[in-house]
């Protein structure tokens, strides 16, 4: 399908992994320009920019900023427009979890998670927001959870990030309404990433029950359909957000959950 995009560009923040490198795939083989984020080892992001634009064709950059850092944050995005001469396209989509008991929950996780998973949204769309007005049209989306719009223990400054993000973006869509510009949410169930992966043994941990138990009766118990979202399905929601047979949708918290949600 087309979706109008080639020739757009596009940053997406937390993308040398998990959900954010799989709708960098999907915005490059749509013709989309791109700015990589996040961490990892050099050799391994550099080989992962550089197999991008050869796949498919197109300007694939990487900028390094750190995700708790709101000088950093702003110089991503400003210069993302210097080099490519536009910004379209803003993800959100940066986030690390930790879960524990609301006691014992350390304080520095909890202010990290609040900045990455947080601040760093209001950062990265502050700096966007004005050459995407100066240009008309522009599109944010942030990647929330299923965990923007309901809670589960022991992830009380992941879920307080979340459902940040989703009145921040339904502010933001206010905002900017008559701009050209659309905010709008992704609010994902479980995708199986390597920060799920991850989820799976801490929750073991303060359960104190086994990680199969885990799968089968904390993080799949959620989803009605008992089975992991993909990142394919998110991609095609992003697709239809960012092109112009999305422009009515403003702020809206759009879920892709397997049902999770519905009750």
Request: proline residues 4%; negative net charge.
């Amino acid at each position: 399908m087309d979706y109008g995009l080639k020739g757009q560009v596009a940053v997406i923040t937390g993308s040398t992994s998990g959900i954010g490198l799989g709708l960098a795939e999907a915005l490059a083989a749509a013709g989309v320009d791109l700015v990589l984020n996040g961490l990892g080892d050099p050799a391994v992001i550099e080989a992962t920019r550089a197999g991008i634009a050869a796949r498919h064709g197109v300007r694939v950059q990487y900028h390094p900023a750190d995700m708790t850092r709101p000088d950093e944050i702003a110089d991503l995005v400003t210069s993302t427009v210097t080099a490519f001469g536009r910004l379209d396209i803003l993800i959100n989509n940066a986030g690390i979890q930790h879960v524990a008991p609301i006691e014992d929950f350390p304080l520095d996780a909890w202010d990290r998670i609040i900045a990455i998973n947080l601040s760093s949204t209001f950062h990265a769309s502050r700096a966007a927001i004005p050459p995407m007005k100066a240009a008309g049209r522009g599109r944010i989306v942030n990647i929330a959870s299923a965990h923007a719009l309901v809670a589960s223990p022991f992830k009380s400054a992941y879920v307080a990030a979340k459902h940040g993000v989703a009145g921040f973006t339904k502010t933001a869509a206010l905002e900017v309404a008559q701009a050209g510009l659309t905010v709008n949410a992704i609010c994902p169930g479980f995708v199986k990433t390597p920060l799920v992966e991850a989820q799976i043994a801490d929750q073991a941990k303060a359960r104190g029950i086994s990680e199969e138990a885990v799968m089968r009766d904390v993080i799949l118990a959620a989803q009605p359909t008992k089975a992991f979202v993909t990142v394919e399905q998110l991609a095609g929601l992003l697709l239809y957000l960012c092109s112009d047979a999305g422009a009515s949708v403003n702020g809206a918290m759009l879920s892709v959950d397997g049902g999770w949600t519905a009750a």
